[in-house]
């Protein structure tokens, strides 16, 4: 399968990515039960992931969106943007941050900066993908969906240069 420039084989099939959300739900559901929950969906790679998450869910609990990006190509510029803020108020909230992808962990500090006033009770952090060996970062996800090698992938909301996005299942670069 091609993307642009880039050849990409099969990687996580659409039912494997779903049983997984679904166990992920299901952590979620028994974890946060009582609690005041708002999860926090990190736009555009989590809108997929966040959409299936959300049916799963049995919380009585809202959802809201930010918009962040630090990518170029298939390389992390290291220098997060934030484009569209926090527009809730997040006072007494448990958080659940819902990511498509981990990777060095540069989102995730600037997404606990811009939280750092917010006054919520908690923040747990979700992640439908995670690069335990690109990590760098000091805020480790709580819920994973899956841990992958480092290597580029694209599909199920991810991206390479914006394209790629709408595909079902996940996809590793070839080299
Ligand atoms: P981090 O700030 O380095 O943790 O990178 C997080 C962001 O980089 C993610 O939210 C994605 O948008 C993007 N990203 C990281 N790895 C990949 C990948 O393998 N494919 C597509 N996008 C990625
Ligand atoms: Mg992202």
Redesign the pocket.
């Known amino acids: 399968m091609n993307i642009l420039d880039k050849s990409f084989e099969n990687y996580i099939t659409r039912d494997e990515i779903q049983s997984q959300v679904k166990r992920v739900a299901e952590e979620l559901n028994q974890d946060l039960q009582e609690q005041d929950v708002v999860f926090l969906a ?1 736009l555009n ?1 989590s809108f997929m992931f966040a959409s299936d998450l959300m049916k799963n869910i049995r919380l009585e609990s809202e959802i809201s969106f930010i918009k962040l990006g ?2 170029s190509g298939t390389k ?1 510029t290291g220098v ?1 943007d934030e484009f569209i803020g926090l527009t809730i108020d997040l006072a007494n909230k448990t958080v659940v941050i819902v ?10 500090e600037k997404i606990m900066k811009m939280l750092e006033d917010s006054r919520a009770k908690s923040i747990k952090l979700c992640t439908l993908l995670f ?1 335990p060996d ?1 990590f760098k970062g000091d805020f480790h996800p709580d819920y994973i969906g899956f841990s992958i090698p480092n290597a ?3 599909g199920y909301g ?3 240069n914006e394209k790629g996005r709408n595909l079902d299942a996940i996809y590793q670069i070839k080299d």
């Open positions: 990190v790679g630090s990518y992390s997060v990511e498509d992808i981990v990777d060095t962990g540069k989102t995730l690069k690109a580029f992938v694209v991810l991206d390479y």
